[in-house]
């Protein structure tokens, strides 16, 4: 079956302008989550969806912003970029259920570029 | 609060040499445990995944883990690395929230000839 697909692979954006990422679940899957990865803070959670709500959310200036169609496709947004937010962006996708032990399959990542 | 510590952020082996990346893990409920792979510019792939069925785990491309509750470790290792090996790897643990998994900081793992 297919995997988890991100769009764009690549972006380059100018300060102060706003981008949108895309990520399309595995079939089947309801939970998205978003992660953004940088050479200086590791791995970090931005949010989850699941069923078109949020269900988690990490600590990120509300600049960052998501959300999650009823096909369980899902947007991230970021608003007034800054440089900072150059970073590789994951998205994962999951059953969904209440269990901690879900596994959760991740996308090839979309590289954001700031300048 | 969960967390993750990854000791080393670069181990460097030899080809043919043991592997073991070590990770200890904090938690205030009962834990489930990752291990992710990172090759170059790619996503992450789960090598293994700790549920707490057995405490030792088998994943793929010959790596395992171990689930040591006294030590709060869940340290991977593989007998004889390959070339191929060559990524990063990342631990990680269950919140105690739905789909958000905690990493730590990763693990360059290089293989020398």
């Known amino acids: 079956k297919a995997g988890v697909t991100q769009t764009p692979r690549y972006l380059i954006k100018t300060r102060g302008q706003q981008v949108t990422l895309s990520c399309s679940p595995i079939?089947?899957?309801?939970?998205v989550s978003w992660y953004q990865q940088t050479p200086g803070q590791g791995l970090q959670f931005l949010f989850e969806?699941?069923?078109?709500?949020?269900?988690n959310k990490g600590n990120f200036p509300g600049r960052f912003s998501g959300r999650q169609f009823s096909n369980s496709r899902s947007e991230m947004n970021v608003s007034t970029l800054e440089l900072g937010d150059s970073a590789l962006y994951l998205c994962?996708?999951?059953?969904?259920?209440?269990?901690?032990?879900?596994?959760?399959?991740f996308g090839q990542g979309t590289r954001l570029t700031v300048v | 609060a969960q967390s993750v510590t990854q000791l080393g952020s670069h181990v460097s082996v030899s080809e043919g040499a043991l592997v073991l990346l070590r990770c200890n893990y904090s938690?205030?409920?009962?834990?489930?445990l990752f291990w992710y792979v990172q090759y170059p510019n790619q996503g992450l792939q789960l090598l293994l995944k700790?549920?707490?069925?057995?405490?030792l785990v088998k994943g793929i491309n010959g790596f395992e883990a171990e689930f040591k509750k006294s030590e709060t470790s869940f340290h991977l290792t593989k007998p004889s690395a390959h070339m191929s090996d060559a990524a990063e790897y990342f631990c990680?643990?269950?919140?105690?929230?739905?789909?958000?998994?905690?990493f730590g900081q990763g693990t360059e793992l290089s293989v020398k000839p």
């Open positions: 994962a996708s999951s059953l969904g259920a209440e269990t901690l032990n879900t596994e959760a399959f």
């Open positions: 079939s089947g899957h309801r939970s």
């Open positions: 969806y699941f069923s078109e709500t949020q269900r």
């Open positions: 938690s205030s409920v009962p834990p489930y």
């Open positions: 700790y549920t707490s069925a057995a405490t």
């Open positions: 990680a643990v269950s919140g105690n929230q739905g789909g958000k998994l905690i």
